[in-house]
């Protein structure tokens, strides 16, 4: 009987001390033993909960078993049939709230689940590595048809995959100069490096998938033309459009939004001016409100961008924070401070319109809201301030009104998000589908996938029907 380890293999980062000054990756990857090693730990389970939770329903068993067996091209075989992005997935992807946290030996007691997405990224990075994408051979066949695929995040870039799989013709639109979406402009080098996500793209690309950048629909082109010259097209233009909080001092010198933040390091390589000529502030005290991920990158980028002090104002307690918990303890370990039960009511002014404080309240948990977590209250008399030069607001965002008020047809939901039917992706308009954070709001990558596969199949199913052809193709 194999005796199982009740701990994850352990996994090389980067020192705290020298990472929090640097862009590079933080977390290393398994070798091909360490993999083998965490493979032995999968149970196998004949019913495996971990494919049922997962968005895009990878045969995660299937895949480990292959690592188990030393068949390195099998398992990426298997993960290939599943998902266009695995080394993105295996990055970012909330593993812990997802496959792992249903893993059957992960609920024996005294055992860790099974690191799959750790797994996953090992699997993706020795295909990337091992795999010639440009040898992909391209059907001859005629097409079924021309997919336009609005917007290059998670979600378009699936879809755009999955049809091109199935002998559709598909161009991307991408309103930047550069492609991915999120993936590129949200989340930084150290979580994810951009040249997985270029390489993963790539090889999408590689199955005859064409991006045109720097092509904003609804202003360089119309969806009437969209409309008239495709089959279908996937809206996936993704949430880009900021929220503030609106207290007092907002427009003060300093604050940013996560978004205008992140942005400017990621796809602008501000960190490297002036290799890149794209300056930012070099801060010395700076607060990022916030609770999620982008709260954590929004910091850790604040860190490495050499500021000495760094803390998150967030309303509720630990219990309750939304970001994944792996960032969490990253960014406790590279010197960020929370404030816990706090809001900010007021950015201070030091008298020439620049920020040299922010002033919160304390907050004390009350019954739950609608989100199922407990409602902060503010506490009476609990004011306090932060010294900061710096405020990050990272507090969500909402969609981007660019492309939606250029085509008053599509039915909104109340929020301002494409109302599209969930199982389907298909909106108000017929041959209009959509998916990804312009329909749910800001989300994980893997929900935006899993989106995008789903639309996939339904495009699928629409242009056939059009077509009056029979379908038989599905991924």
Request: some cysteine; glycine content about 8%.
């Amino acid at each position: 009987m194999v005796r199982r380890s009740r701990t994850k293999t352990p996994i090389a980062e980067q020192d705290p001390a020298i990472r929090k000054s640097n862009f590079d990756e933080v977390c290393l990857g398994y070798t091909l033993e360490e993999g083998a090693a965490e493979a032995v730990r999968c149970l196998q389970c004949k019913e495996a909960p971990c494919i049922a939770s997962c968005p895009v329903m990878i045969d995660i068993p299937g895949f480990i078993l292959a690592i188990k067996k030393g068949n390195m091209q099998e398992a990426a075989d298997i993960l290939g049939k599943y998902t266009n992005l695995p080394a993105i997935c295996g990055r970012v992807c909330p593993q812990e709230k997802q496959c792992e946290q249903v893993c059957k030996l992960g609920l024996a007691k005294n055992f860790e689940p099974v690191a799959i997405g750790k797994l996953e990224r090992l699997v993706a990075d020795w295909a990337l590595e091992n795999q010639d994408f440009s040898k992909c051979i391209q059907n001859n066949e005629a097409k079924i048809g021309r997919i336009a695929v609005i917007g290059s995040g998670p979600s378009g870039l699936t879809v755009a995959g999955d049809l091109a799989k199935m002998n559709y013709e598909v161009i991307i639109y991408e309103a930047l100069h550069d492609s991915g979406g999120v993936l590129t402009y949200g989340i930084p080098e150290f979580r994810l490096p951009k040249r997985i996500v270029k390489k993963e793209i790539e090889s999408i690309e590689a199955l005859g998938v064409t991006i045109e950048t720097n092509v904003v629909v609804g202003k360089t082109i119309t969806m009437d033309e969209v409309m008239n010259e495709f089959d279908a097209c996937y809206i996936s233009v993704g949430a880009g459009a900021p929220n503030f909080m609106g207290i007092p001092g907002t427009a003060l010198n300093g604050v940013y939004s996560s978004s205008e933040y992140l942005t400017r390091i990621n796809l602008m390589h501000s960190y490297e001016f002036p290799k890149f000529d794209t300056p930012i502030k070099r801060s010395k005290n700076v607060v990022v409100i916030g609770g999620g991920n982008v709260a954590m990158d929004a910091a850790r980028s604040a860190k490495r961008l050499g500021a000495d002090h760094v803390s998150i104002v967030y309303r509720r307690s630990l219990e309750e924070l939304p970001a994944r918990i792996e960032e969490y303890h990253h960014s406790v370990e590279e010197d960020i401070d929370y404030h816990w039960l706090s809001n900010p009511v007021e950015y201070m002014n030091n008298g020439v319109g620049d920020l040299n404080g922010v002033k919160c309240v304390k907050m004390e948990l009350g019954e739950p809201d609608e989100s199922g977590r407990r409602r902060p209250v503010p506490i009476k008399n609990s004011e306090f301030i932060i010294e900061a030069d710096t405020v990050i607001e990272a507090i969500g965002q909402g969609s981007n009104k660019v492309l939606l008020s250029t085509f008053p047809e599509l039915k909104l939901t109340k929020w301002g998000y494409i109302e599209a039917d969930p199982k389907t992706g298909t909106t108000s308009i017929p041959g209009v589908f959509a998916g990804g954070d312009i329909v749910t709001g800001a989300a994980t990558v893997i929900l935006a996938m899993g989106a995008g596969k789903i639309a996939a199949v339904e495009i699928d199913n629409y242009v056939r029907e059009k077509n009056k052809t029979p379908v038989t193709t599905k991924v």
